[in-house]
């Protein structure tokens, strides 16, 4: 069945992949774009990722403006649409609270009212840090009703991922609320392409890849007990196009990370190895660590923010609703090992 998708977020990382996959099995895709004038280097990228650029569409809109800046709630250029891909969501380490919230919270709830109101399916991209039960009582969330102090949460997650817990939460209480069938899929931290190993070079690997690389990682938070969840750019890709074809996904939240990637100090060993440098000979706790990061200039001199020690975690997670999907739709997870290495080396080379 060919699927009508509107996609948010389509010119990103996940987004670049996700169009070629959708585009690639014969679905008709509209981006959100608030620069639709790039629509044809978007297509260009699609075909080189393997998609059908003749199926990818450019419509202009704008998650933070009421509408999405639209004259109508169907603009004549979009038509009909079935199924939503909600990937839009603004990241930095270092944004205001006004700023993340403007995209990735109220873009959030804009999205979920449009779906309701035009009878679309909705799939939408969250974290994994929102199966961490743990975590999300440590900063003061109840994991079942979603009920927080808000303003507590974004003081001590940080804005980007304080929004996007808030927008998790806020997608399922509102999706139930206007009848819109949801499906949100929870992926580790991106790796590069599980061939090639593009790379963003704002993804958060890629910093921790460049850190390595210029020397500044000889003393790394953490221990053999932690662990940094990974997915290849375009295994989750195809994930996602099997969740907007696949119907039974409808009111599940579902990781997607590789349950096989190694303890931390491995990984940082194996980044280190493809890039033909030291890998880090000291390990300090993480409490430690970030204690230092909050002293003035020290996430700069040591590229590091405090917000993104809060993914190297102990948590392990239930990943048999996961494995099933995988296996149902005849998905393979690509060696992490080939992974992780094809990442450093593409990084090194920018």
Same mark, same amino acid.
């Given at each position: ?17 996700? %169009? ?16 639709? !004038? ?10 080189? %990722? ?11 809109? &704008?998650?933070?403006?009421?509408? /999405? ?5 169907? @603009?004549?250029? $979009? ?56 975590? $999300? ?11 927080? &102090? ?18 998790? /939460? ?30 963003? @070079?704002?993804? @958060?690997?890629?910093?921790?890849? &460049? ?16 662990? %940094?969840?990974?997915?290849?750019? !375009?295994?989750?890709? !195809? ?6 074809? !696949? =119907? ?6 579902? $990781? ?31 409490? $430690? ?11 700069? /001199? ?7 020690? &809060? ?23 690509? =060696? ?12 090194? =080379?920018?």
């Amino acid at each position: 069945m060919t699927h009508h998708v509107l996609a948010t977020g389509g010119t990103g990382f996940i987004g670049q992949h996700t %169009l070629a996959s959708l585009t690639g099995q014969g679905h008709q895709v509209h981006a959100l774009m608030r620069r639709p !004038d790039r629509l044809p280097v978007l297509r260009e990228t699609v075909r080189r %990722l393997g998609g059908d650029p003749e199926r990818l569409h450019g419509i202009k809109g &704008d998650l933070a403006r009421a509408g /999405f800046g639209w004259d109508s709630p169907i @603009p004549s250029a $979009l038509g009909t649409v079935d199924q939503v891909l909600h990937l839009g969501a603004l990241f930095d380490w270092r944004l205001r609270k006004d700023q993340a919230r403007a995209v990735n919270t109220e873009g959030t709830r804009r999205i979920v009212q449009w779906c309701g109101q035009q009878g679309a399916d909705l799939t939408m991209v969250s974290g994994f840090m929102t199966h961490n039960r743990s975590h $999300l009582v440590h900063l003061g969330i109840n994991p079942e009703s979603g009920f927080a &102090d808000w303003d507590r949460v974004y003081r001590r997650a940080g804005a980007y991922e304080a929004s996007k817990l808030e927008s998790h /939460f806020l997608v399922k209480r509102l999706a139930a609320k206007n009848n819109v069938p949801l499906t949100v899929v929870n992926p580790g931290t991106l790796a590069g392409h599980s061939q090639t190993g593009e790379l963003a @070079p704002g993804q @958060p690997l890629a910093m921790l890849i &460049d850190n390595l690389k210029a020397g500044r990682m000889a003393i790394a938070p953490g221990s053999s007990a932690h662990w %940094l969840p990974l997915i290849a750019v !375009d295994t989750l890709a !195809d994930m996602l196009t099997r969740c907007i074809e !696949d =119907s039974t996904t409808r009111g599940r939240s579902m $990781l997607a990370l590789d349950p096989t990637t190694p303890d931390w100090p491995t990984t940082l060993s194996h980044f280190a190895d493809a890039l033909g440098v030291t890998p880090p000979r000291l390990y300090l706790p993480k409490g $430690l660590v970030k204690a230092t990061l909050s002293l003035p200039g020290m996430e700069r /001199f040591m590229g590091t923010p405090r917000e993104a020690l &809060d993914f190297i975690q102990t948590a392990r997670f239930d990943v048999s609703d996961m494995n099933a999907f995988v296996a149902q739709h005849g998905l393979r997870w690509p =060696s992490v090992d080939l992974v992780m290495h094809a990442s450093a080396r593409h990084r090194s =080379s920018q």
